[in-house]
């Protein structure tokens, strides 16, 4: 099955800095890379998504990276706001005979300090 | 609204009793999961349906059992709980599966067994 480890676990930084969480997977084939973000007490909900045929995507302070070689996609978060706060999940889904599935990173602990 | 519901939000059971977990969609989405993760932790998946009739475990080996019976709803049991089984229960959906389109999540349900 797909193995992914993310990096790094906590992560603080001050408001207006610029904020990277790194993901690296384990299945070649796979080729559909979300990111959640799940605030404290709240469910976990998508912000971007990027699929194996791009190998970046942007929507405004938030863009994805995907380096199929090396298998590993990051998140950027630029000009950090305290709403920005939250614990952060990259996933990668199983392949071959199960479409179905998505592995989960043990997650980023956002702070973003004001 | 088009979403995905779970009930109760909260849960305090004593040892032994028997539990089912309500989850519904009315997104109309065939694929639904189930996720336990203790807080600010990483999601492990327990179980997945592919749609009616259809069951399967998933990574994280669990006590419970689901059914599908219905394509909206994907309700979770444990006959006999345990303080071990602490923790929170997501409920997700998606509509072409994992390695296309994203997964929605519930509000969770918070379950205490003491």
């Known amino acids: 099955g797909e193995n992914v480890e993310q990096h790094p676990s906590t992560l603080s930084v001050q408001e207006g800095d610029s904020a990277v969480i790194k993901c690296t997977y384990s299945d070649s084939a796979s080729n559909y890379f979300p990111w959640y973000k799940q605030e404290l007490g709240k469910r976990p909900q998508l912000i971007i998504d990027i699929r194996s045929n791009v190998g970046e995507k942007k929507d405004q302070r938030i863009a994805v990276t995907l380096n199929k070689t090396a298998k590993h996609f990051s998140l950027h978060i630029t000009e950090t706001q305290p709403e920005d706060s939250a614990v952060y999940f990259c996933?990668?889904?199983?392949?071959?005979?199960?479409?179905?599935?998505?592995?989960f990173g043990k997650g980023t602990l956002l702070t973003v300090n004001p | 609204e088009a979403d995905i519901y779970q009930t109760p939000r909260y849960l305090v059971i004593g040892t032994g009793k028997k539990i089912t977990l309500e989850c519904s969609q009315t997104m109309g989405h065939d694929k639904m999961y189930w996720y336990q993760q203790d807080p600010g932790m990483e999601l492990h998946l327990i179980h997945y349906s592919y749609g009616v009739n259809s069951t399967e475990k998933g990574d994280l080996s669990s006590e419970s059992t689901v059914s599908r019976i219905r394509t909206e709803h994907f309700p979770l049991t444990l006959e006999s709980a345990r303080p071990s089984h602490t923790s929170q229960y997501l409920c997700?959906?998606?509509?072409?599966?994992?390695?296309?389109?994203?997964?929605?999540f519930g509000n969770g349900t918070r379950l205490t067994v003491t």
């Open positions: 996933a990668a889904p199983e392949s071959g005979g199960s479409n179905y599935k998505l592995t």
């Open positions: 997700a959906s998606s509509s072409l599966g994992a390695n296309n389109s994203p997964l929605h």
